[in-house]
């Protein structure tokens, strides 16, 4: 596990439920996201099925790999609910009646106006020596308990409880239990390469065991590096990763298009109201996907105007004034067709900017000179139209997302060369 | 561990992004959900960071635990992607480069124009005696392997890739493993209304521990009813099946627009080849999302041929022909634009139908009179044009998707009305 000075965290996660396909858990990523803040990195994550020896053993295992453990789940009032007493189990003591924790479940139910059922009242026991976490918004109280130097948290697996008693109850525990190191983040965001070549492109960046660490995340194309620096204190880690994001940075120049969570469409977005120009656009094979990313930005009305679905020849000539000649020459998929959509789009739009995309997503329609996949993306400013030509994979779906990501992207490069750039 | 003939499974889903907080992992659920299909249960899943002896362990520890392991994630080309080293340091064996599977790899780059870069390579390699499984989306094939008796697979963690390699290679060499007790399986998909109201409606049937177990889970507005009939044999388990999802059925009418994962846009399109009839849209807060959600479906230019993104108000005049008087009269948002965006939209693309969203997506833009969420729906034919009111919450993504799936529900009820019902 090497250096011992860091603190480890594992979660564990209770619930048949969590197994059987019905729940995605969301509750680890919530509790991990969380210990990210105060730089407590977590080595594990264990599900395990309502079942007692089956809880015992897996609070276990994460306490051989951590300092802390933090379980969720099986704490409600019913016979499936076994985590209060398989913590017991692991902690080789009985489960004992805590007498205030009993009054405030009775309370709980008087506001209701219900008596309460005799079943609750389980939940009014913890294991001997260990203490109550308390619950103000449902009947189950969580627990914590220490063993053997090592933190225990088991808290219910209701998301909103959880997330309410963890915040307000265990991260403020925690916290000094850490202290002594820093750790500092830093996204970025990458279109228009694949894994391999970003890869490439940083050189030994994503060694392991190097601080800052960088981790690389695909997702729908977009590319995301993330940079963790670790420290002794937070402004020294801060400095690394400020340094490592500017190396990156360097390395990779235009594609890396923005940071943290921001789209494609997000930075275009902003360039346009920086710069105050309006866009239009004309789509044909990813059939409004386009128009769809762009209005997705809250504000977008400040820039885009008009979009057009052309998805019949016909469309494409009554609409954009795309020539019925040219489709009968050269075909709807066409650098012809994609530059006449975009400087038609433009024109009647009276935009400063229009982007067009014309190409066959699949999985009919393609042919061996213009095969699934191909696509045409035109971009047309005051300046003239440029176009470019691929082929993408693999369905239907894909060809669509890229395409409409990949004219993000044009649009976004051709923003940077001819707009004010940002300091 | 209870009974010694029940064949058993456990995950491991592994990848630093799960531990972070930034990535809620939905594979694991998903693999669960389809061994539910074939009657193997999964008894825990376990997370690992991309570290060779940490997923080294957890393999050993599903192992232990599961007669079937199935992994998933750090099968990419990058230095932190580990899994293959760490599958053949489990099983005790070097990773061997197959040149078969490099000849694929290659060849998946040439069909891109692009070379292969160095790094890819060891993608081609599987733990000696172990094999490959194909991967057709991406260029990380997977592996499975025998050790002790046990059967091990490790699959890309991209859930597109993940799925269709499960999906066609590994659920079929698991299912003879399992036999024994047979399960059917049907799903309803349900929209315009509720859970509470659908679980109304069909009474007692969601109850715990009936057989056939009714499952009720919503996503994005759809609810699907999953109806599971176990019994001895197949043809009993499909015949509980067939009577139950009969009275469901009966007992929720319109409510119910189609089966497994059919989408509203898939039945709409349905109905519209059936009848031979064509559609426009033109939409001003969805943005393009409801003429992405049409042409989404593989071959919908039989029936899609026009649609409008008219975000300004100018765009709604000059493309549409919307009285100008009309939006300063009424506001862009109002029944009466809706109308004449839907007979603008019909005439100029000169379809049988066409259908119109215009509202107020937010954050900003509400006022008292006509808060964020506000929506009219206006679908056109031959006929005369209906129109709706609808207050959707409860952010911009949400008010967006509500008001297309809204949108093609009313012309799929208008469509059930008017064309010729299917047996």
């Known amino acids: 596990m090497g250096d011992e000075h860091i603190k480890k965290a594992a979660l564990v996660s209770i619930g048949n439920e969590l197994l059987n396909g019905k729940t995605v858990d969301t509750n680890a990523a919530y509790i991990a996201g969380r210990l990210r803040t105060i730089s407590l990195p977590v080595v594990s994550v264990h599900t395990a099925p309502d079942e007692q020896p089956a809880i015992e053993r897996t609070l276990a295992l994460a306490a051989r790999e951590a300092d802390i453990v933090v379980a969720t789940g099986g704490l409600g009032p019913t016979d499936d609910d076994v985590t209060r007493q398989a913590f017991a189990g692991f902690l080789g003591v009985e489960l004992v009646l805590r007498p205030e924790l009993l009054e405030k479940l009775k309370e709980f139910f008087d506001r209701r106006g219900i008596e309460m059922p005799a079943r609750n009242s389980i939940q009014a026991c913890v294991p001997q020596g260990a203490s109550a976490i308390e619950n103000n918004m449902g009947t189950a109280p969580g627990i914590w308990a220490w063993k053997d130097g090592k933190r225990l948290f088991a808290l219910p697996g209701v998301p909103a409880e959880m997330r309410h008693m963890f915040d307000t109850q265990v991260l403020p525990e925690l916290r000094p239990l ?38 690389c995340t695909v997702h729908a194309g977009i590319i995301s590096l993330e940079v963790v620096a670790s420290a002794a204190d937070r402004p020294e880690a801060e400095k690394m990763a400020e340094r490592e994001e500017c190396s990156l940075r360097t390395a990779l120049g235009q594609l890396v298009y923005g940071t943290n969570d921001q789209t494609l469409a997000e930075v275009v977005g902003e360039a346009l109201v920086r710069t105050g120009q309006t866009l239009a656009v004309a789509e044909s094979c990813t059939g409004g996907l386009l128009a769809e990313l762009i209005t997705d930005i809250p504000g977008s009305s ?25 489709i009968d020459m050269h075909g709807a998929v066409s650098e012809q067709v994609a530059r006449a959509m975009a400087q038609g789009a433009r024109r009647k739009a009276g935009t400063d900017y229009a982007v067009a995309i014309t190409g066959i997503a699949g999985p009919g329609g393609g042919s061996e000179q213009k095969p699934v996949g191909l696509v045409y993306i035109a971009v047309d400013n005051r300046d003239g139209t440029d176009t470019s030509r691929y082929i993408f994979s693999f369905d239907r779906s894909s060809v669509r997302l890229r395409a409409a990501q990949t004219a993000l992207n044009t649009l976004r490069l051709k923003l940077n060369l001819t707009g004010p750039v940002p300091i």
Chains 1, 2 share one sequence.
Do not use: H
């Not at 885009?304 to 020539?323: D, H, I, M, Q, R």
């Open 178 to 215: 850490v202290g002594g190191q820093a750790i500092a983040v830093r996204r970025l965001k990458c279109f228009g390469a694949g894994e391999s070549k970003v890869a490439e492109r940083i050189g030994d960046a994503m060694e392991r065991g190097r601080n800052p660490l960088v981790n």
């Open 302 to 326: 400040r820039y885009f105007t008009y979009g057009w679905v052309t998805y019949s020849n016909e469309a494409k000539c009554t609409e954009l004034e795309v020539p019925r000649e040219m």
